[in-house]
Nanobody, 126 residues
Framework: QVQTMESGGGSVQAGGSLRLSCLASGNTYGRSCYGWFRQAPGKEREAVAVISTRDDSTYYADSVSGRFTISQDNAKNTVYLQMNSLKPEDTGMYYC???????????????????WGQGTQVTVSS
């Protein structure tokens, strides 16, 4: 089973940038994609970005498209989320997770993801 651990969160002002990292460990063989999800207080967990481990194809939520970039370094077993032009509405707990299902990767449905990390808090002030 793969495990993930996030880092890189913090507090920034609107317009600032952060880079989140997700270190994967354990048996990473066979996973189809990694995803970054976020959850704000009182809101459902939502997919922010997903990257395929097969062909590096990506998905972005409309709300972050053009501002966030997901990438992966296979040699380091690390997935990154570069977040630029941050907005107060980006505030939340950010989680990294993996999926072994290409169907769930395409649908970016969090129900099909596992190996959730403990999360890293991102707070954007106006």
């Amino acid at each position: 089973q793969v495990q993930t651990m996030e880092s890189g969160g913090g507090s920034v002002q609107a317009g600032g940038s952060l880079r989140l990292s997700c270190l994967a460990s354990g048996n990473t063989y066979g996973r189809s994609c990694y995803g970054w999800f976020r959850q704000a207080p009182g809101k459902e967990r939502e997919a922010v970005a997903v990257i395929s481990t097969r062909d590096d194809s990506t998905y972005y939520a409309d709300s972050v498209s053009g501002r966030f970039t997901i990438s992966q370094d296979n040699a380091k077993n690390t997935v990154y989320l570069q977040m630029n032009s941050l907005k107060p509405e980006d505030t939340g707990m950010y989680y990294c997770a993996a999926s072994y299902s290409s169907d769930y990767c395409r649908s970016h449905n969090f129900a099909g993801f596992g190996a959730w990390g403990q999360g890293t808090q991102v707070t954007v002030s106006s």
